[in-house]
């Protein structure tokens, strides 16, 4: 059994008696000599008594193996010389040299100072299992160290995993992209094709206008002719002829005004459109650009986060690598910020204008108001019941005096309860996708009810009318005036709308003249 941490003994080291005190060498200067000899002690710590010093000190080696070792050449090299332990306590007359041996179990538990010193500082270890007790640290280490690497291996494929997730989200965006420049092109294509019909629909009725005019001159100048060549004597049929030319040349004049004004509204539709078009295209490689640099700034987060989790080892190349990634993710977040800024400022601009033709289409709409459903563009109550199918259902079940006031009673049930926010028959469903849609739930108690009292045409009107509260008013849920083409079924455009105005105003030209 050794002390362990490894400590040897010295003993017989010289004193002499200064002030009534027993004095000897220091630790540091016989640590010195035994370093030179080889035996590498970490300190030499001399023992003290109330005498002052015993003349013993105690050494300690590093407690792993090549202490142990360096302890016991250390004791060999004292019983060589004939100066070990056997020899210290056997000797009668010690000579003046220093004894040594490395501190077993006998001098553990011997009485004195060195048995109290090496209690106090050690215990007892057999080689055998001071070699089981380093067998059970490295196997120990050992697992920490394959839990350490098992948890590493996670993490990386984690990151693995997280890598291939944004790798899907960023080819799922560039199709969406393409999809965009596809469609985006498309209605372009249509946008260019409907303008290419306007103007020569506008075209072709100027032509047919002057062309009337024209006939309408010459047949003015054959009458005149005709009334100067049999000299009509009646001075009111001239004088009416003569009216009726001033109101026909006026007539042209305001043709001719209201076709430059019409030419020149067509002009301006035109800049705004090709205006409206460089914007949208401005704002499509703007969201381009947006989009690619945050596909970048993800890039480099994720790298980020990669380097991160291998910046354990502490290589230098490693974190010179992420403060170059740190400092271009910084550049590439302010230049998204700038983008960002750019592009609110054109968004701003375009909700302007989107604002004036807002303006325009309620001008259109209050226009409209008073104007017959007959007519090919008009203004359609968006969320209002129609009464005819409940007037139908009405005389299946009362009689022809009833069915009037019935009629309108239910309708008017309906109307209201379409106003009620608290009743919203929809409900939402999923797409394979994941995209989340609103439809109508037919199986609502409400519902069922009309369509088994009153019929499929109530239904039909009640349902249609919930469907355009739903899409043009569902928070406010009261009736929603809109521009309405009549004769294709569809919500009518701000041209639409335009060209109804102008048909309108050259039939009442006609007909005034």
């Known amino acids: 059994m050794f002390v362990h941490p490894w400590k040897g003994i010295i003993a017989n080291i010289p004193t002499t008696l200064q002030d009534g005190k027993h004095v000897g060498e220091s630790g540091r200067k016989l640590r010195e000599d035994l370093a030179k000899k080889g035996f590498n002690p970490l300190k030499v710590q001399p023992l003290w008594n109330r005498h002052g010093h015993s003349g013993y000190a105690i050494v300690e080696f590093n407690k792993e193996w090549d202490g142990f070792n360096n302890a016991i050449m250390f004791e060999k090299s004292f019983e060589l010389d004939h100066y070990g332990k056997k020899d210290y306590y056997s000797s009668r007359r010690k000579k003046d040299k220093l004894y040594a041996w490395v501190a077993r179990e006998d001098d553990y538990y011997s009485g004195g100072l060195i048995g109290e010193y090496l209690r106090r500082n050690g215990d007892l270890k057999t080689v055998s299992s001071k070699e089981a007790e380093d067998r059970r640290k490295t196997s120990k280490l050992l697992t920490t160290l ?4 098992e948890t590493k291996n996670q993490r990386l494929q984690e990151m693995q995993n997280k890598f291939n997730e944004v790798s899907s989200s960023m080819s799922t965006l560039m199709w969406q992209k393409d999809d965009m420049i596809r469609a985006y092109n498309e209605e372009c294509k249509k946008m260019q094709e409907n303008a ?23 047949e003015l100048e054959q009458r005149e002719k005709e009334l100067l060549q049999r000299e009509a ?45 460089r914007e949208i ?22 790298a980020l986060q990669v380097m991160e989790h291998m910046n354990g080892d502490g290589d230098a190349d490693t974190k010179k690598r992420m403060e170059v990634i740190q400092d271009e993710l910084k550049e590439k977040e302010e230049e998204l910020e700038d983008l960002e800024d750019l592009n609110q400022a054109l968004i701003i601009k375009e909700r302007k204008s989107n604002d004036e033709l807002q303006d325009a289409r309620k001008e259109l709409i209050t226009a409209f108001k008073d104007v017959s459903t007959r007519a090919h ?34 309708c008017t049930l309906w109307q209201d309860y379409l106003r009620d926010p608290s009743w919203h028959p929809f409900k939402i469903l999923k797409d394979k996708e994941g995209n989340c849609k609103e439809i109508l739930d037919e199986e609502d108690e409400k519902l069922v009810e009309l369509k088994t009292e009153l019929g499929d045409e109530a239904y039909n009107a009640v349902t249609m009318a919930l469907k355009q509260m739903n899409e ?19 919500k009518a455009t701000l041209t639409d709308g335009v060209q109804h105005l102008l048909n309108k105003w050259k039939l009442h030209k006609r007909r005034r003249y």
Not at 146 to 149: H, I
């Open 146 to 149: 394959n839990n350490t690497l």
């Open 196 to 218: 290419h019909n306007h103007f020569k629909q506008i075209s072709l009725e100027h032509e047919r206008n002057a062309k009337c005019i024209l006939d309408q001159k010459r």
């Open 233 to 277: 004597q009646n001075e009111n049929e001239t004088k009416k002829l003569q009216h009726e030319k001033m109101i026909n040349e006026r007539a042209a004049l305001e043709q001719k005004k209201a076709d430059e004004t019409m030419f020149k509204l067509a002009e301006e539709h035109k800049r705004d459109k090709e205006k409206l078009h």
């Open 281 to 302: 295209i401005k704002l499509e490689k703007q969201l381009d650009t947006r989009q690619g640099l945050e596909l970048e700034i993800q890039r480099l987060r994720g």
């Open 377 to 410: 563009i008009g203004v359609k109550k968006m969320g209002e019941v129609d009464i005819k199918p409940f007037l139908v259902a009405a005389k299946r079940k009362y009689s022809a005096k009833e069915a009037d006031v019935k009629s309108a009673e239910l």
């Open 472 to 490: 043009y008013n569902p928070s406010g849920r009261y009736v929603v005036p809109e521009l309405w083409n009549f004769n294709e079924g569809r």
